[in-house]
């Protein structure tokens, strides 16, 4: 009898441990099913690895705006996020196949008004108010985006100086802000950050990076190898 008890409890642990590893093995499923799912695979109808032509197919009605950098090809159209009206850039490699799509507010970029690009380049103040539409933005942003994507995988806030007030700090580019959101294929980027001194800004602080990006992981991979190598 004690013995037949001994084999009936061991058929139970292997049961349950069988059951226990099918149910992880189901929600691990699950949540891949659901991250691709949510995968935007680029931005609007705009997908990763379209060519120039596809891309302003996919974007009919929209008013682009053509740019080159260096060998690279882009291009933007203006949209209002909430009170901010931003640029939405489309870029694309050698290759001419979009990998990364960036938005910014337009005031950040100091073409709101002449007097905020006169202050913005010229003066502390005019960094400190691009700071400010920046914040706004995130803010505005940032719960859009969790309704749609989901909480992201990764959040940071760095206040960088004495401010107590974490808004103020990063207004005056002295606090770092960051959510980040990762797919299979796409990786977002929500932030408010100031790029390093000497980029585009004065009082060694640096202009703002883009507020929010969309990027392939696949075929922006080579991109910033190929960047990191010319800058050796």
Partial sequence: MKKVSII????LVVLISRSFSQTVESQSSTSEVKAIALDPEG????????????VKTALKGKFLINMKVGKARMFYYT????????MVFFVFNNEEKLYSVQIT????MGTAT???MTSSYMHPEGMDLMGSFAVTTFKI?????ITKYGSPVNVVRENRSGIVDEDEAARRGQALWVDNWDFPKTT?????KREPNGTMGIGGRGQFAPLLTYQSKE?????????????I
């Fill in 8 to 11: 009936l409890f061991l058929l």
């Fill in 43 to 54: 931005y609007m109808n705009a997908k990763w690895g379209m060519s120039v032509d596809e």
């Fill in 79 to 86: 949209e209002k996020f909430g009170l901010s009206k931003c």
């Fill in 105 to 108: 507010p337009m005031e950040s």
């Fill in 114 to 116: 002449a007097s905020v």
């Fill in 141 to 145: 942003l940032e719960p859009q985006l």
């Fill in 188 to 192: 977002i980027v929500l932030q408010v």
């Fill in 219 to 231: 075929i922006a991979a080579p991109v910033f190898e190929q960047k990191k190598k010319a800058s």
